[in-house]
């Protein structure tokens, strides 16, 4: 008797493993020319707009939409990239994946960050990120309540106040 419900509790589970597997969203991993060796996603495509310093390039991995409203974009800097002040109305996380890194909220001492560092940044919160002189750095940029509004650029953190950072 145990056996039989041994068997029929493994044949519920996979079959309950199975429905809800069958209502999930899988995307596909990104094809693995576009990816340097250690990195978990890829480089993506280079930023080209006048809001970066230096090179950097972006992999959006979930797009803003009314289903997930949460959109994250794979990010990475060459050594000495980096970003403009922006806020980002709802706030935003970074979740640093390799390298090292700045960040800096307006007001605030600079900030090293590093693989594995969690960054929080507050709704409304003026603040820019980007490589260190010597590394490249790649974090996952995390929206966060999107619908208050994704980012609006500020001005350029220039080359001068950058050269000045001594952490």
């Given at each position: 008797?145990?056996?039989?419900?041994?068997?029929?509790?493994?044949?519920?589970?996979?079959?309950?493993?199975?429905?809800?597997?069958?209502?999930?969203e899988t995307q596909k991993k990104q094809?693995?020319?576009?990816?340097?060796?250690?990195?978990?996603?890829?480089?993506?495509?280079?930023?080209?707009?006048?809001?970066?310093?230096?090179?950097?390039?972006?992999?959006?991995?979930?797009?803003?939409?009314?289903?997930?409203?949460?959109?994250?974009?794979?990010?990475?800097?060459?050594?000495?990239?980096?970003?403009?002040?922006?806020?980002?109305?709802?706030?935003?996380?970074?979740?640093?994946?390799?390298?090292?890194?700045?960040?800096?909220?307006?007001?605030?001492?600079?900030?090293?960050?590093?693989?594995?560092?969690?960054?929080?940044?507050?709704?409304?919160?003026?603040?820019?990120?980007?490589?260190?002189?010597?590394?490249?750095?790649?974090?996952?940029?995390?929206s966060t309540n999107p619908q208050k509004?994704?980012?609006?650029?500020?001005?350029?953190?220039?080359?001068?106040?950058?050269?000045?950072?001594?952490?």
């Amino acid at each position: 008797m145990k056996k039989q419900n041994l068997l029929y509790l493994g044949f519920i589970i996979v079959m309950l493993l199975a429905a809800s597997c069958s209502n999930t969203e899988t995307q596909k991993k990104q094809p693995a020319e576009n990816k340097t060796s250690t990195a978990v996603f890829a480089k993506g495509e280079k930023i080209t707009n006048e809001y970066f310093t230096g090179s950097a390039w972006l992999q959006m991995l979930v797009e803003n939409d009314s289903l997930y409203n949460c959109p994250i974009g794979n990010v990475t800097f060459e050594p000495g990239a980096r970003n403009n002040w922006h806020v980002h109305p709802g706030g935003q996380i970074l979740l640093v994946t390799s390298g090292k890194g700045y960040h800096q909220l307006k007001g605030q001492p600079v900030e090293l960050i590093e693989s594995g560092d969690i960054v929080k940044v507050p709704p409304g919160a003026m603040h820019w990120h980007g490589a260190t002189p010597d590394s490249e750095l790649t974090h996952l940029a995390i929206s966060t309540n999107p619908q208050k509004g994704i980012v609006v650029w500020m001005e350029k953190l220039s080359d001068e106040e950058y050269n000045r950072i001594k952490l």
